[in-house]
Nanobody, 115 residues
Framework: QVQLVESGGGLVQAGGSLRLSCAAS????????MGWYRQAPGKQRELVAR???????NYADSVKGRFTISRDNAKNMVYLQMNSLKSEDTAVYYC?????????WGKGTQVTVSS
């Protein structure tokens, strides 16, 4: 079993920045990918950013140029630096880890951007 714990969410004004962190622990032996998803009220959960083994990254079009995902392999942590935040970034942000054959989720951290 793998546990994921997110931190760093909060309330910020539009244009501001936040940094999310996710710590992975448990039965970790070969992480294929880690990433961040978000879910706004009334909407489906969507991919925000992902970093796969080897370091390649993917971003949602809506966050490209504003968000940066990074990973500390030694600490089994993944980060999401969010700059130039917009009200539409308001959502619960979930950390995600894929390790064959399962996908794991954190409980989420709320990000609220006030306009």
């Amino acid at each position: 079993q793998v546990q994921l714990v997110e931190s760093g969410g909060g309330l910020v004004q539009a244009g501001g920045s936040l940094r999310l962190s996710c710590a992975a622990s448990g039965n970790i032996f070969s992480i294929a990918a880690m990433g961040w998803y978000r879910q706004a009220p009334g909407k489906q959960r969507e991919l925000v950013a992902r970093i796969i083994r080897g370091g390649s990254t993917n971003y949602a079009d809506s966050v490209k140029g504003r968000f940066t995902i990074s990973r500390d392999n030694a600490k089994n942590m993944v980060y999401l630096q969010m700059n130039s935040l917009k009200s539409e970034d308001t959502a619960v942000y979930y950390c995600n880890l894929y390790q064959t054959p399962r996908r794991y989720w954190g409980k989420g951290t709320q990000v609220t951007v006030s306009s």
